[in-house]
């Protein structure tokens, strides 16, 4: 089992539609989350970090449970800017190791 | 305030020869990260280094590969003798603090990436 899965997408939504990303970590030690965004060919740029209490950005919701070792991204209103690949990312407890998922891509279409 | 940056950009190398990758962290940075992203795949963690120590770096292959970060300088990885599968993406990324805590005070913040192609 892969350390951090995401759902492999792609994702093909209209211009203002509502998308939600999913995300499980198999290591209950995990102590830090994030959502980054990759353009094509670009690097990942921090999208937003992942509280226990949850946390909104604008159009951006993420929510983190730790119950269930599971992260998710809520995206509304979506945008065409918004077309990457979103990545989930955790960080375990002691460690340095930053652990990527694979990257659920996302495409709006007008 | 200059972002973290990489060079080259782009690195061409034939098998058996060396390429030496390179990181400038931000401005006030002292942490480095080194991760290899493969076409169509995630990103892969190779090392984490503060100045003139490797902190982690159970990502590196066991052979051929090497990273420093010197006191002066940029962080370099070193790949010897490359061979195709080595063709990648090498992206660096830079924290302002130790990364074994918690919280936003570790975000990292990437550079461009090298990509690296091996004929």
């Known amino acids: 089992r892969k350390e951090v899965e995401q759902d492999p997408g792609p994702f093909n939504v209209p211009e203002g539609a509502t998308v939600a990303f999913n995300c499980t970590y198999s290591?209950?030690?995990?102590?830090?989350f994030f959502w980054y965004r990759q353009d094509c060919r670009k690097e990942p740029k921090l999208l937003m970090s992942?509280?226990?209490s949850g946390n909104e950005d604008g159009r951006f919701t993420a929510q983190l449970n730790r119950a269930s070792q599971y992260i998710s991204l809520l995206i509304r209103d979506s945008k065409l800017s918004d077309s990457a690949t979103y990545l989930c990312v955790v960080k375990n407890t002691g460690g340095f190791k930053t652990i990527f998922g694979a990257g659920t891509r996302l495409f709006v279409k007008a | 305030n200059a972002g973290v940056m990489q060079n080259p950009r782009h690195l061409v190398r034939r098998r058996g020869q060396e390429a030496r990758l390179r990181c400038s962290p931000m401005?006030?940075?002292?942490?480095v990260y080194w991760y290899r992203q493969l076409p169509e795949e995630g990103l892969k963690f190779m090392v984490y280094?503060?100045?003139?120590?490797?902190?982690?770096e159970s990502g590196m292959p066991k052979e051929r590969f090497s990273a420093e970060f010197p006191k002066e300088g940029p962080s370099i990885l070193r790949i010897q003798q490359v061979v195709r599968g080595d063709s990648a993406a090498y992206f660096c990324?830079?924290?302002?603090?130790?990364?074994?805590?918690?919280?936003?005070?570790?975000?990292?913040?990437f550079g461009p990436g090298t990509r690296l192609t091996v004929l």
């Open positions: 401005k006030g940075h002292s942490h």
């Open positions: 290591n209950s030690a995990s102590q830090s």
């Open positions: 990324a830079s924290s302002p603090r130790l990364g074994g805590g918690s919280g936003t005070t570790d975000t990292q913040y």
């Open positions: 992942v509280y226990s």
């Open positions: 280094l503060q100045k003139e120590n490797i902190i982690d």
